[in-house]
Structure formats: C-alpha cells, structure tokens
C-alpha cells in the first residue's frame, strides 16, 4: 500500500516537476554550450601549429641564410588547457598541449609541448593564428595575427597543390 500512495503522489508531482526541471535542463545546455562551442576544430589546431612552425622555420633559415625547408606534418593533438582571452578588441583562447610532428622528409617524428594563441574571426566562421608581440608603453599586449585556411581553401589548396610544381603563379 505505501508503494501505491508514493506511486500516485508521484504521478501527481511529476507535471509539476517536468516544468521546473525543463528550464534548469536548457540552462545548464546553454551554459555547457557556451564552454564547447568556443573550442576550435581538431583541423583549425592542426593548421596553427603547422603555421606556427613554419613561420619559425622561416625566422630561423632567414637569420642563418639558409633555405627554408618543407612544410612540417603536425598529427596526434592533445589539447591539455584552453582558456578564453582577449587578443585585441577580438575573443580568443589560449591553447596549451602537445603534439607530434616531424619535418618533410625527415623519419623521426618529436613529440612536443604547445602553446598557441587563436583568434576568433568576426562571424565565428574563420580563424588565426595569433603571436604576441612586445608589450606596449601602457601595457597592453601587441599581437600580430596570421588568417588560417577555411576548410572550402583547404580542398582547394589540396587538389591544386600536386599540379602546380614549384615555380606557379599564387
């Protein structure tokens, strides 16, 4: 008899409870889709490494005067640590982590640490690549950014990229 009296109490209660719990269920939706929904595609971080290896390969061969070499084969990401930031007037996160990568035509693959900094494009669309410059005199922080690739510029780069030997018009 007391399963039958707790039965029907809560069937009685349980309209009651389903408008209060809806609510607090889309609340805490909303606010798990705030964290989530800022997090940068596996292939926007892929990219920004590989970018920000190259630029410092370039950096590097430049103030040695040597050749810059093949682009670098960034794989197995692991994101440890995203914390949202201001990079100019613009949202960005910063992301640390490592990844393995290894340079054209070398075998040996290094598995290293990561810290990157991306910028969020204007519709949420696109992304960049973010590196901090010198602090400014009053002591905000100076950033230069470069675009990533969209994913429709990734396919086209992709396709075109065997056909266009090494001395094509870009």
Do not use: H, K
Request: proline share 9%; aromatic share 4%.
């Amino acid at each position: 008899m007391p399963a039958r009296v707790a039965l029907l109490v809560a069937n009685a209660f349980a309209p009651s409870a389903r408008r209060l719990l809806a609510p607090l269920l889309v609340v805490a939706l909303l606010l798990s889709g705030c964290g989530s929904g800022a997090q940068p595609p596996r292939r926007v971080v892929l990219d920004a490494l590989a970018l920000q290896i190259r630029l410092t390969q370039d950096q590097v061969a430049q103030a040695l005067r040597l050749e810059p070499v093949g682009l670098p084969e960034v794989s197995r990401v692991r994101v440890e640590e995203q914390q949202p930031i201001a990079i100019g007037e613009a949202r960005g996160l910063r992301l640390t982590g490592r990844f393995d990568w290894r340079l054209a035509e070398d075998p040996i693959r290094v598995d290293s640490p990561f810290e990157l900094y991306l910028q969020r494009g204007e519709r949420g669309r696109s992304w960049r690549l973010a590196r901090p410059l010198a602090v400014e005199a009053d002591g905000t922080q100076a950033w230069i950014t470069e675009p990533l690739p969209l994913p429709g510029e990734r396919q086209a780069r992709r396709a075109a990229a065997p056909a266009s030997g090494s001395g094509g018009a870009g």
